[in-house]
């Protein structure tokens, strides 16, 4: 309630209030016309304290519940406020609900949002987030981890455990850098692979993706430019263009991103950052080769431009040995190293982390405390016990074991189905398979036919920062189960047989426009 100074009035503001026990007019009502034409008058003025319920109760010789509900009335309508100390006193007038002639009003929603912006995501990625919920449906459209490899079990024990021994300290605030022991169990795992860092090098996050919006809220201005592959992260691109800047695109092939190109794009453009997915990238699963590793760390030195080395993924290698992270490498104090747990353990408790310079790390923190103040905590002490019992090693093991057999199979099914003029790529690590449809066949045109047919997948073309892509698609091979996987790639040759029987007009669509699914 707003602050109501008290006024000066009678010692009985009611002593006059009469009740007539003959009228058809309820008493408790009689008391709120009573009361009401008083304040309109100004026999009540604002900050007037009235009589108690049970002492107005028994000068009216009425219940005492007749006045309650007369009171309650009057504070509804927004004329009478409870104030502690002083009672019930008389607001001062405003517009409110119970007004008959505002009743049914709506807020104009639509009217007060900004104007909408070019780089305002489409709703694609909800829409394919939706989908998951839709059983009659298989979806190989979001990039989420097994729902069978989830270590459920462990992570209710340890809540258990920390529950009893934690206390309170459990659900309350913690530092915005992030819980001090989950900072220093994961500068450890770093460590162990190769990135040498300590906790004041190490910022927790709400989820990878808040460490590409910090990115973008730290380094970039609206004009700025970011290179990207191409394809690249759709969330990434959704970002960088909301933050208004000029995305400077790069091919990448098997071997990653073409590098030789990037030092001329780097020769004519003054970027803020470079961005890159170096291991089983997000789509097109390609791996980094070492020789562009080192090219690429050259030209960041060179040019003095930042490398955002985007990293959920390395963790997760089927087959092949394993190439250094950027971060790691002699020359990575250029590279902000971003990872998370939700593509290895829980995508619900939305952590990550950025290791990168002290000054970066500073920087990084002021700009989430504006946002969340900090991760949270509960999922925090739960990862850190996680890590330190040694859990982590051997669920990583579990998942590579059951992913590389779901990789196997989807690449085995696809061998036996696919049509005629289809390619695709399987990765040696990661989530996706990224795949090239016949000549003809539109990916965002396809959708709906598969939707329809019962199976969801990523277009290629929201991957691309510039036009094109309309014949790519991306299959996440981890999420469904080994059954689901066979008859999903079975309905969506079905599907694509469908749509190399439309007419030629009916195949294409434009890039760019959000695709119903």
Request: hydrophobic share 40%; proline share 8%; charged share 25%.
């Amino acid at each position: 309630m707003e602050d109501v100074r008290l006024t000066t009035a009678p010692t009985r503001p009611l002593e006059d209030l009469r009740i007539d026990r003959q009228s058809e007019t309820p008493v408790y009502l009689q008391i709120v016309h009573a009361i009401r034409e008083r304040i309109s008058a100004g026999a009540l003025p604002v900050g007037t304290r009235l009589p108690p319920e049970r002492k107005l109760a028994e000068e009216l010789g009425v219940n005492r519940s007749t006045v309650f509900q007369a009171y309650r009335e009057l504070k509804e309508r927004g004329l009478l406020g409870a104030r502690v100390g002083s009672g019930t006193v008389v607001l001062p007038p405003q517009v409110t609900s119970a007004d008959p002639a505002l009743r049914g009003r709506a807020i104009p929603w639509n009217q007060l949002f900004r104007a909408p912006a070019a780089s305002d995501p489409d709703p694609l990625l909800r829409d394919l987030l939706s989908l998951t919920e839709r059983e009659d449906l298989i979806s190989f459209a979001v990039g989420l981890p097994s729902p069978d490899c989830l270590p459920i079990a462990d992570v209710q024990r340890i809540f258990a455990e920390l529950s009893e021994e934690a206390g309170a300290s459990l659900y309350l605030h913690c530092p915005t850098e992030g819980h001090t022991p989950l900072r220093e169990a994961l500068s450890v795992w770093a460590d162990s692979r190769g990135i040498e860092t300590n906790a004041s090098e190490l910022l927790v996050l709400s989820g990878s993706q808040q460490g590409l919006d910090l990115a973008a809220r730290v380094f970039l201005s609206p004009g700025d430019a970011v290179v990207v592959e191409e394809p690249t992260y759709i969330g990434a691109l959704h970002v960088f263009r909301d933050a208004g800047a000029r995305l400077l695109s790069v091919p990448a092939d098997a071997d990653g991103m073409r590098t030789d190109l990037l030092a001329n794009l780097l020769e004519k453009n003054r970027p803020k950052l470079i961005y890159t997915l170096p291991t089983f990238q997000n789509p097109s699963g390609s791996v980094l080769s070492l020789e562009r590793r080192r090219h690429l760390l050259d030209l960041s030195l060179r040019h003095q431009v930042p490398i955002l080395e985007d990293d959920p993924y390395s963790e997760l290698r089927y087959e092949g040995e394993p190439l250094p992270s950027l971060r790691g490498m002699e020359g990575g104090e250029s590279v902000l190293h971003l990872s998370t747990f939700s593509k290895l353990l829980l995508p619900g408790l939305r952590v990550g982390w950025l290791v990168a310079p002290p000054p970066v790390i500073r920087r990084f923190a002021l700009a989430k405390q504006s946002i969340d103040l900090h991760t949270n905590t509960v999922a925090q002490m739960i990862l850190d016990r996680f890590v330190r019992e040694g859990l982590l090693e051997a669920h990583l093991e579990m998942v590579r074991s059951a992913y590389r057999k779901k990789r196997d199979l989807i690449h085995s099914v696809l061998s036996v189905k696919a049509p005629a003029g289809l390619s695709w790529r399987s990765p040696q690590g990661g989530f996706y398979v990224w795949g090239r449809l016949p000549d003809g066949i539109d990916s965002s045109r396809l959708l709906g036919i598969a939707a329809d047919a019962g199976v969801a997948y990523l277009p290629g073309w929201p991957c691309f920062a510039a036009e094109g892509g309309e014949r790519y698609f991306r299959l996440n091979f981890t999420y469904p189960e080994g059954d689901r996987i066979v008859e999903g790639v079975e309905r969506l040759m079905q599907a694509i047989e469908t749509a190399a029987l439309l007419p030629e007009a009916g195949r294409k669509r434009r890039a760019g426009t959000p695709p119903i699914v």
